[in-house]
């Protein structure tokens, strides 16, 4: 039936989240919208919107992206207050990736202070965190999470993570702290599980890479990324910029600038 139909499309949309899954996902994105209405079920109104945002903000379909995220917040103003926070912090990041940095920031406390009110899950505090480290990096402020960030990573960092950690060090111009960080994860880019992280990890690699100018896993990371070319990095929560300019970056590192335009 409808419902059990439901339960399996939200079940197989997170099952299979990966970047080469993006055609499949969007397909059972909008099978699910197709049924969220006629199960009057806001918990899956929300879903179905949100996998919608998710995978057209993937596909750089911002636009349409934009129109899920407005069905979101008029699909969690039906639910308990309990679930609000899953539709705050997607509208933080979108606010993030259009430059509005004071309103990412204070939209990122509110749904930060939402979640804990009504869920105090640690996912609310990893969302929190990985948004203010995007705000901090485009306002310059990165030196205020470095020891968290270096506390975090440990000898089994998350890949992400670790990432984050070299990333702040080259925007503080800390060049040898970054090639330390990096160096741990560069040789294991290639084995990253495929999840939601996988490109988040990629792309910020590949900023790293381009500042050390490491040529040798600059060729790595571009052909992790370049099937995905035309696509928006990210996942959900954070946008970090189009997969090409991350290749530009990676093609000059390696001297390519015909490849690099």
Known sequence: DSSTLARVLLSRCAAIWDPATLEERRANAAELRGLAPELGDPFVKVWASLYGFETSMEAAEVEEADRHLDDVQRSA????????????????????????LDEADKLAREALEIGLATQPLHEVRMHYGVQRFQIRLEQGRLDELVPKLAGAVGDEGHPETRAMLAQAYCELGRGDEARAAFQ??????????LDPNWILTVARSAAVCAQLGDTST???????????SSRVAGQGIIWIGSVAHYLGELATTLGDLAGAE
Do not use: C, Q
């Open 184 to 193: 741990v994860l560069a040789g294991s880019l290639r084995y990253l599980p």
């Open 218 to 228: 600059a060729a790595t990371l571009y052909d992790l990324l370049l099937p995905y």
């Open 77 to 100: 103003s039906e639910v308990e207050r309990a679930l609000w926070w899953f539709a705050a912090f997607p509208r933080a990041g979108r606010v993030l990736l259009a430059g509005r």
